[in-house]
T-cell receptor, first 116, second 113 residues
Framework: DAGVIQSPRHEVTEMGQEVTLRCKPISGHNSLFWYRQTMMRGLELLIY????????DSGMPEDRFSAKMPNASFSTLKIQPSEPRDSAVYFCASSSRLAGAGNEQFFGPGTRLTVL | GDSVTQMEGPVTLSEEAFLTINCTYT??????LFWYVQYPGEGLQLLLK?????DKGSNKGFEATYRKETTSFHLEKGSVQVSDSAVYFC????????????FGQGTRLTINP
């Protein structure tokens, strides 16, 4: 299994530009999570999907952030317009909610976003 | 709500030293407990887990025991190596609601040769 795949691995953009981060979860997993990690705030859960449906988006910082999961094998996190304070590493993770799975999450390698 | 509190870092040790990173939790019921490790430039990886009281999770020489009476899940290793340098996160899985993972703040560990 290839694990969770994220793209791009690095993104450098200018303030005001739209940024789209992509994630392919592990095949067969039915839960997907987007996290943001910074030195100041640590690891923050942004949004969580179950069976492609957003369940908890309380961590999304503001309306500039949006996330979609059009099918079980693909999700996007979009920032429009981007701001320098959005600079962070964004992680995608997936898990299986099957009974007994323990809710272990598998993380992707992350996308390092720099907004100038 | 559920929460996880970890020992504050950074922690710096010499190679072959004994390691303990403390983790305590607050939760309704009996959640599953996890330790994740993040090596530089990488995502988090599951290190070990325990799903019920008195279970011991172990991997790569690391161990942690689920202690219900003290609501703790301390990470230990008898002899650390330089390659163990990383950030370690304790986490619990909610029993109710969204059943998402609740993470501690992470503990940065540096092992000097």
């Amino acid at each position: 299994d290839a694990g969770v795949i994220q793209s791009p691995r690095h993104e450098v953009t200018e303030m005001g530009q739209e940024v789209t981060l992509r994630c392919k979860p592990i095949s067969g997993h039915n839960s997907l999570f987007w996290y943001r990690q910074t030195m100041m705030r640590g690891l923050e859960l942004l949004i969580y999907f179950n069976n492609n449906v957003p369940i908890d988006d309380s961590g999304m910082p503001e309306d500039r952030f949006s996330a979609k999961m059009p099918n079980a094998s693909f999700s996007t996190l979009k920032i429009q317009p981007s701001e320098p304070r959005d600079s962070a590493v964004y992680f995608c993770a997936s898990s299986s909610r099957l009974a007994g799975a323990g809710n272990e999450q598998f993380f992707g390698p992350g996308t390092r976003l720099t907004v100038l | 709500g559920d929460s996880v509190t970890q020992m504050e870092g950074p922690v710096t040790l010499s190679e072959e030293a004994f390691l303990t990173i403390n983790c305590t939790y607050t939760a309704t019921g009996y959640p599953s407990l996890f330790w994740y490790v993040q090596y530089p430039g990488e995502g988090l990886q599951l290190l070990l887990k325990a799903t019920k009281a008195d279970d011991k999770g172990s991997n790569k020489g690391f161990e942690a025991t689920y202690r219900k009476e003290t609501t703790s899940f301390h990470l230990e290793k008898g002899s650390v190596q330089v390659s163990d340098s990383a950030v370690y996160f304790c986490a619990l899985s909610e029993i109710q609601g969204a059943q998402k993972l609740v993470f501690g703040q992470g503990t940065r560990l540096t092992i000097n040769p």
